[in-house]
C-alpha cells in the first residue's frame, strides 16, 4: 500500500511562508494525481491545490492562487506546498493525498485512495 508522510508545519506570523513535504512510499509516485487539502477544527476538509501526472497545478477558485505554489519531484517520490503570506485563516492541519484514477472531481475527498497523518499549520496574528 501506499504511505504518505507529511511534514513542515508548525508556527508562523501573519505573512511568512512555509514549506510542506508529502513523502510516498510507492515506487510508482509518478502515476498518481496529489492534492492537498486542510481542515480546521469543526469545519469539513477542504481542498487546497492538487498537482497532476504532467506536472500541471489543480486550483479550485483563487483563495490561495498566487499565495500557495504545489510542486513535485517524482525522483524523491515527494510533493511540496510552498505556502506564502501566511493569513491566519490558513491555520489548518493540512493532509497530502493521492490518487491513482479519475473517480471524482479532483477537489472531493472522495476521489482520492490515500491519505496522510496531516501536519498542524498555526498563523498567529
Known amino acids: 500500500q501506499v504511505q504518505l508522510v507529511e511534514s513542515g508545519g508548525g508556527l508562523v506570523q501573519a505573512g511568512g511562508s512555509l514549506r510542506l513535504s508529502c513523502a510516498a512510499s510507492e515506487h510508482t509516485f509518478s502515476i498518481y494525481t496529489m492534492g492537498w487539502f486542510r481542515q480546521a477544527p469543526g469545519k469539513e476538509r477542504d481542498f487546497v491545490v492538487a498537482?497532476?501526472?504532467?506536472?500541471?497545478?489543480?486550483y479550485r477558485g483563487d483563495s490561495v492562487k498566487g499565495r500557495f505554489t504545489i510542486s513535485r519531484d517524482n525522483a524523491k517520490n515527494t510533493v511540496y506546498l510552498q505556502m506564502n503570506v501566511l493569513k491566519p485563516e490558513d491555520t489548518a492541519v493540512y493532509y497530502c493525498a493521492a490518487r491513482s484514477s479519475s473517480r471524482d472531481t479532483y477537489y472531493s475527498t472522495a476521489g482520492y485512495d490515500y491519505w496522510g497523518q496531516g501536519t498542524q499549520v498555526t498563523v498567529s496574528t
Open positions: 498537482i497532476n501526472r504532467s506536472g500541471s497545478s489543480l
